[in-house]
């Protein structure tokens, strides 16, 4: 076992586990900066939210460690740490390409469930075309301008259009892209290239004035945020999310603004069951609904009057 681990799992002391989480901490932030540069470079805007997102997956995971004895010790921390911040990259590029995602599972789903096609494997590749198909011949040319179909919204009606108009079956991956294109989804992009001198990448910087008035602004919206009803509260930070849907709740903890203990005790739940709640925010509605024991409307309704309340304290830049 990692000895720094094994020094922290063993603290009894309240102090003397902090002293040792943050050594852990301290260790892990070279190699998770490292990591998501080496993945993101580029991406700027981006970088410090991922390292940040790395962060706090580790601190939740080793929270969890210490609360759960026997849970499998790591052996080599910074492999972990590697290994953890690699995943949030792909996470991070997953979530960029949702669209793209979810319109490949559709398309699989239609492949297996519609009658009027079918789907093979052959030489490694997937094919797929009309129901009786086995012509395993790609068409010459799948372009979203060349050929004959009308772009139709409705999925099962296009993928019809083009097995006709390319007279016979289509790769899965060549599928997918085509009609990818007519509706305008933007392509996969691959991590960057890892050849970059990330030690000699500077840090993005931002104006101290900007920086003072963000913070004091999460200030003031996480207390009013504690000022709301149990149930506002639990409806509206499970559910935050920016406009990508990607989950906000750590903000108030990587901003400093709020513990992880804090956030716990403000939706009135132990750090335990915070922390594996944690890794599946933002929530959807039924799922909160099924945590406060309420109907799904219940929800939508406790959610509209925090923000609304939000709104008429903070003005128009509330949440």
């Known amino acids: 076992m990692d000895r720094q681990f094994e020094n922290y799992l063993r603290a009894s002391e309240t102090g003397l586990e902090q002293d040792q989480l943050g050594e852990l901490m301290s260790a892990a932030e070279p190699v998770i900066r490292r990591t998501v540069l080496a993945r993101l470079s580029g991406?700027?805007?981006?970088?410090?939210?991922?390292?940040?997102?790395?962060?706090?997956?580790?601190?939740?995971?080793?929270?969890?460690?210490?609360?759960?004895?026997?849970a499998s010790p790591i052996d080599d921390f910074a492999a972990y740490v590697g290994t953890l911040a690699r995943n949030t990259c792909r996470q991070y590029f997953r979530r960029r390409h949702a669209g793209r995602a979810r319109l490949s599972?559709?398309?699989?789903?239609?492949?297996q469930d519609d009658p009027e096609f079918t789907s093979w494997q052959k030489l490694g590749s997937t094919w797929c075309g009309r129901a009786g198909c086995r012509e395993e011949s790609t068409p010459p040319a799948l372009s979203a301008?060349?050929?004959?179909?009308?772009?139709?919204?409705d999925l099962a009606a296009l993928m019809a259009q083009l097995f006709d108009a390319a007279g016979g079956a289509i790769e899965f991956e060549d599928l997918v892209n085509t009609i990818a294109r007519f509706w305008h989804i933007p392509l996969d992009v691959d991590s960057a290239a890892s050849d970059v001198d990330v030690n000699g990448i500077s840090a993005t910087w931002q104006p101290a004035e900007i920086t003072i008035d963000r913070r004091r602004y999460v200030e003031r919206l996480w207390a009013e945020i504690r000022q709301l009803p149990r149930?506002?509260?639990?409806?509206?930070?499970?559910?935050l999310r920016d406009g990508?849907?990607?989950?906000i709740l750590a903000m108030f903890?990587?901003?400093?603004?709020a513990s992880f203990a804090d956030i716990a005790a403000a939706l009135e739940i132990?750090?335990?069951?915070?922390?594996?709640?944690?890794i599946e925010l933002p929530w959807d509605d039924n799922s909160i609904a099924r945590f406060l024991g309420s109907a799904r409307q219940q929800i939508i309704n406790l959610r509209m009057a925090a923000r609304k309340r939000l709104a008429n304290r903070l003005g128009a830049r509330s949440i």
């Not at 599972?105 to 492949?111: E, P, V």
């Not at 060349?146 to 772009?151: A, M």
């Not at 903890?253 to 603004?257: K, L």
Request: proline share 4%; aromatic share 8%; glycine share 8%.
């Open 105 to 111: 599972k559709q398309i699989a789903f239609l492949l």
């Open 253 to 257: 903890h990587v901003s400093g603004v």
């Open 43 to 70: 991406r700027w805007d981006d970088i410090d939210d991922v390292c940040s997102e790395a962060r706090l997956e580790l601190l939740l995971y080793l929270r969890r460690m210490k609360s759960r004895p026997g």
């Open 145 to 153: 301008t060349s050929l004959p179909v009308d772009g139709s919204r």
């Open 244 to 247: 990508r849907g990607h989950p």
């Open 231 to 239: 149930s506002q509260r639990v409806a509206l930070l499970f559910h």
């Open 270 to 278: 132990n750090e335990s069951e915070l922390a594996g709640i944690w």
